[in-house]
């Protein structure tokens, strides 16, 4: 049987046992004084549905941080299949300028940017910010949403991208909740 370390889980460890937990790809984007943000997150969960809330949780070190608490606002961009690029880009360590060089996107009601071809958007109006260890859990009311691309889900699965079969997603009845 594994023995549970002395005194608590490896960083590493708990990093390489949570990659076991499947995820759907986002891009968290604001935008604060003309100049737009964002990063990767696939730490992204609905939390109430009257009133609207979401969370995302965001490292602490994230250059888009300042900007989303100082704007009060964000969006999330839920990427497809085919936008893997744009999750690699997101979460490259380069500068805010070159994230969004030449991205096709487009403005809702709280400036962010909307990237085109995503799956679904929601744009938030920050409502709450909880300090998380090395992470900011910000939970946001949603003002305002987007249905896109009827398209396959782009998915993360033991720090590898994945595919989920587009038929198999099709099958499921269209308009209806799946229970
Ligand atoms: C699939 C995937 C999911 C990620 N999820 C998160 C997340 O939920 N929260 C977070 O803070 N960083 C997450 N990251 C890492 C950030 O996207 C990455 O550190 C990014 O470079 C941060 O932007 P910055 O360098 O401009 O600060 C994720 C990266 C990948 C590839």
Not at 48 to 55: D, Y
Not at 105 to 134: F, K, M, S, Y
Request: glycine share 8%.
């Amino acid at each position: 049987m594994p023995e549970a370390g002395p005194v608590g889980v490896d960083p590493a460890r708990f990093r390489q046992l949570m990659s076991r937990w499947a995820t759907g790809v986002s891009v968290v984007t604001t935008r604060h004084e003309d100049r737009d943000r964002g990063l990767t997150v696939n730490a992204f969960l609905s939390v109430s549905l009257a009133p609207p809330r979401v969370l995302v949780s965001i490292s602490t070190d994230a250059d888009a941080l300042p900007a989303l608490r100082a704007s009060g606002t964000f969006a999330v961009s839920i990427l497809s299949a085919t936008q893997r690029s744009l999750s690699q880009r997101f979460a490259g360590r380069v500068t805010p300028e070159e994230k969004f060089a030449g991205l096709d996107v487009h403005r809702g009601r709280t400036g962010a940017a909307l990237l085109d071809g995503a799956i679904a958007t929601l744009e938030c109006r920050l409502v709450q910010e909880v300090a998380a260890g090395d992470h900011a859990l910000v939970l946001g009311e949603v003002v305002a949403t987007e249905e896109g691309e009827d398209a396959a889900p782009l998915l993360f699965f033991r720090s590898a991208y994945a595919e989920a079969e587009p038929d198999e997603l099709l099958r499921l009845p269209r308009g209806r909740d799946p229970r």
